[in-house]
Antibody
């Protein structure tokens, strides 16, 4: 079955960096773009970033541009989110997801990894 | 960016009674291919989001038929015909027409009275 497993979250000071990983299985990874979506504690969902199946032309939410970098290694079925210059408002559960808004049953989320930004 | 506005934000419902959640977008969600990429998600406490409805009114596999979606253009509705205890959680609409970014509504918290 499809699995997305995030890792790499933790506690970091403001201005620090973290690299999140998302390991995928159960589908042909190199055929799908992958998203990162975050959820601040007690808040709603916010789309963060996307990378195409072949790694070209990533997209970012405005607040992440210049600070976050999404990348992928199709040989390892893994997507990464490098987060630099972290701010308190980046504190959230980060989910990786395979989202296809127009396709039946193609909508998969990981369990999330928690990023805490605090001094 | 497209702004998604849900109402109500809190929805207390008696077991067995119907429930309805509204979602409005700041611009039409009809894409150039004629499809409308408006999805509904359920997030139960402590769980990841789960999609219920895609393209306004299509249920994903395993979604009970008491859930239905409707609407067009900028106005959309998620209805639960008879609320059950397992329906407790937060419901989000999400647009995938004008992206990036995908945008979500603020969420509607459904609880049992």
């Amino acid at each position: 079955q499809v699995q997305l497993v995030e890792s790499g979250g933790g506690v970091v000071q403001p201005g620090g960096s973290l690299r999140l990983s998302c390991a995928a299985s159960g589908f042909i990874f190199s055929n799908y773009g992958i998203h990162w979506v975050r959820q601040a504690p007690g808040k709603g969902l916010e789309w963060v970033a996307f990378i195409h199946d072949d790694g070209r032309d990533p997209y970012y939410v405005d607040s992440a541009k210049g600070r976050f970098t999404i990348s992928r290694d199709n040989s390892k079925n893994t997507v990464y989110l490098q987060m630099n210059s972290l701010r308190p408002e980046d504190m959230a559960m980060y989910y990786c997801a395979n989202l296809r808004p127009g396709e039946h049953d193609i909508d998969y989320w990981g369990q999330g990894t928690l990023v805490t930004v605090s001094s | 960016d497209v702004v998604m506005t849900q109402s109500p934000l809190s929805l207390p419902v008696t077991l067995g009674q119907p429930a309805s959640i509204s979602c409005r977008s700041s611009q039409s969600l009809v894409y150039r291919d004629g499809n409308t990429y408006l999805n509904w998600y359920q997030q139960r406490p402590g769980q990841s989001p789960r999609r219920l409805i895609y393209k306004v009114s299509n249920r994903d596999s395993g979604v009970p038929d008491r859930f239905s979606g409707s609407g067009s253009g900028t106005d959309f509705t998620l209805k639960i015909s008879r609320v059950e205890a397992e329906d407790v959680g937060v419901y989000y609409c999400m647009q995938g027409t004008h992206w990036p970014p995908y945008t979500f509504g603020q969420g509607t918290k459904l609880e049992i009275k």
